[in-house]
């Protein structure tokens, strides 16, 4: 079963992923790569909360996600990946472990130095660099919120 | 009421839908009771404030205004219905009010953009106590304003528009009922579904269907 | 939490009631948590310790209006006890999901209208309409009271672990027991307005000015409501209205 969705959104599993996106991809389970999160029970405790009851959610760090992947590929369940940061997404996609995936900016927040790209999205220097760092390992990028909106594709995102 | 008191009903009732509390008193059912009493024909009003509630049992106050205002247009439609009595004016009423929610939502729209403003912006580097506490009950003060503007407008012009239409309503009160009742079926018929839907729930709603006709039946 | 006086915490309580009070589409909740923390906030922090303090909550939340306790009382635990800055903003970002997703099925989605139905039932039942208002407030604020209060003597206890007292608290099942709950008073409410009143007559159910249009017309509309959800909501509430100016236009003519 190939990954359904590899989503970069710092409120990981909220009602945009869960309501928005699940009801489209139907997934068994939300994979979380985090390196901080794989190692904090109680905040696992809060994002498995905010799933439905049916799916499973499971935590873990960018260099077991990186051994894991081809796993979860061939498994039968409906899986998608969840990062918080584009420093995670580029970990696991360094040496074209992602190639020819598509990678969904979904929610990157305001904070000092970002620009706005759309209202859920707001990218700095570095992340643009990340951005085209993960095109470079063969990684489709393109920002959209919910399944039925219009996309922003690599150009819009990464023009300075 | 006076149109003034209408407005200031409107206005407080309107916080108390998203702004102060929500004890509910907002939901059409207690609004109209209220709005009844003070317009006095409680009956009337309550009635409207019934009908409104029927058709806003799903129009839960979450995020963004899909949904009429239930608070404003309640007290636009009750006491408009309290002051012309008559199955044409309630009618009349409750479209008009259902109408005027409708604004009343898309000025709570307008709010939340403008309170982006009025909030102290996180980004500012001077944050102190006094506009956090400040900003916060200005928009309190903005929200009750914006509510009895939009009732006061509200029950002005729905007491022009059933006045000058009083009389030209055509269906007895047999088939006015008959339309409330189709409006309220839809809404019925959602709200089972957001219970669970008919598969998951269809006992439970047919035991009660038939204790509900039984006890009509009966009462 | 030993700088904290009881009356601040209380005051932080009666202040959450007024947390939507400033939501705005940049920082939803933002504006109304800061306000009711500040009390707290002014006994632990000073001068520019207080600015940062604000700044981290008066960035964007958002939580069921009766549960942003949970989070409240959570988040003062958290700066009183002196936690690091950082995982006050983790606790925040993570507890919005369950918050909202959880109180929005159980108040807005279930209790509400379940309640809402036990006044309508009664107005159906002949009760005069104060006791209808009551028979819908007083248990509907009792829950919700109790929810307030829970919540955030939860967060004041637990704070950044309350996640463990969520789930056990199992507020996913009391949502499918008042959705039970709400899906029975939907089908008393449903049976008395076809036996009872001037609706029975008009669909011809009881006597009186026989319309069995009205009938088949109800049928249909709870049939189309059921399939289409909420989403139905607003075209048929169009359709009435249109129903009311197209009659009135063609008894113009």
């Known amino acids: 079963m190939p990954i359904l969705l590899f989503r970069v959104d710092e409120r990981l599993i909220h009602g945009q992923v869960v309501i928005g996106w699940g009801k489209q991809l139907q997934p068994d389970r939300y994979v979380v790569v985090d390196d901080e999160l794989a190692n904090s029970e109680w905040e696992q405790e809060l994002y498995r909360l905010a799933a439905a009851d049916a799916t499973d959610v499971g935590f873990c760090s960018v260099a077991d996600a990186r051994e894991r992947i081809a796993s979860w590929r061939a498994g039968e369940a409906r899986t998608v990946v969840l990062t918080r940061d584009l420093e995670s997404m580029l970990g696991l996609a360094r040496e074209h472990a992602m190639e020819g995936e598509s990678v969904n900016l979904g929610g990157i927040h305001h904070t000092e130095g970002r620009r706005r790209v759309r209202p859920y999205l707001y990218l700095s220097a570095e992340d643009r660099e990340r951005v085209r760092a993960l095109a470079e390992e063969g990684v489709t990028v393109s920002g959209r919120d919910l399944p039925g909106s219009l996309g922003v594709g690599l150009d819009n995102l990464i023009e300075d | 009421m006076t149109l003034l008191g209408a407005s200031l009903l409107g206005g407080a009732l309107a916080l108390d839908s998203t702004s102060v509390a929500q004890l509910m008193l907002s939901r059409p059912l207690a609004a109209g009771f209220l709005s009844g009493w003070l317009s006095g024909d409680l009956r009337a009003g309550f009635l409207a404030g019934v009908i409104l509630e029927i058709y806003l049992l799903v129009a839960f106050p979450v995020g963004g205004a899909r949904f009429p205002e239930g608070a404003t247009a309640t007290v636009v439609a009750a006491a408009t219905a309290a002051t012309h009595p008559g199955p044409g004016p309630l009618a009349l009423a409750v479209g008009f009010g259902l109408v005027w929610g409708q604004l009343g939502g898309w000025s709570i729209s307008g709010l939340r953009n403008l309170n982006i403003r009025v909030v102290p912006d996180p980004m500012h580097s001077e944050l102190r106590p006094r506009r956090v506490a400040g900003g916060h009950l200005l928009a309190l003060l903005l929200d009750f304003v914006r509510g009895a503007l939009v009732t006061g407008t509200g029950v002005w012009l729905a007491d022009l528009v059933v006045a000058h239409l009083n009389g030209r309503w055509p269906l007895g009160q047999p088939d006015t009922v008959g339309l409330f009742l189709v409006g309220a079926a839809v809404s019925a018929g959602i709200l089972l579904q957001s219970f669970g839907g008919f598969r998951r729930r269809r006992t439970l709603f047919l035991v009660g269907l038939a204790g509900g006709a039984l006890g009509g039946l009966l009462l | ?253």
């Open chain 3, 1 to 253: 939490m030993s700088a904290v006086t009881s009356s601040a915490r209380a005051s932080a309580f009666l202040r959450s009631f007024t947390i939507q009070g400033s939501w705005n589409y940049r920082t939803m909740l933002g504006g109304g948590f800061a306000f009711a923390l500040l009390p707290v906030l002014r006994q632990v922090f000073r001068g520019p310790q207080l600015t940062e303090a604000l700044r981290r909550h008066t960035e964007h939340f958002n939580a069921h209006p009766y549960l942003a306790g949970l989070a409240l009382g959570a988040a003062a635990k958290l700066e009183a006890d002196g936690c690091d800055p950082e995982l006050v903003r983790r606790f925040k970002t993570a507890i919005k999901g369950p918050l909202g997703g959880l109180g929005d099925a159980l108040v807005w989605a279930a209790w509400l209208p379940a309640t809402a139905l036990l006044g309508l039932i009664a107005h159906f039942s002949g009760a005069p309409p104060w006791l209808c208002v009551l028979v819908f407030l007083l248990p509907y604020n009792l829950g919700h009271l109790a929810l307030r209060l829970w919540g955030f003597r939860t967060g004041l206890r637990w704070g950044h672990e309350v996640g463990r007292v969520l789930r056990e608290a199992a507020l996913g099942r009391r949502t499918e027991t008042v959705s039970r709950a709400g899906a029975l008073l939907l089908g008393v409410f449903a049976g008395l307005v076809c036996t009872v009143g001037p609706a029975a007559s008009a669909a011809g159910l009881r006597g009186g000015a026989s319309e069995a249009l009205w009938l088949v017309l109800a049928v249909g509309a709870f049939v189309v409501g059921l399939v289409g959800g909420v989403r139905v909501w607003r075209p048929a509430a169009v359709v009435v209205v249109g129903a009311v100016v197209s009659i009135l236009t063609v008894a113009a003519r």
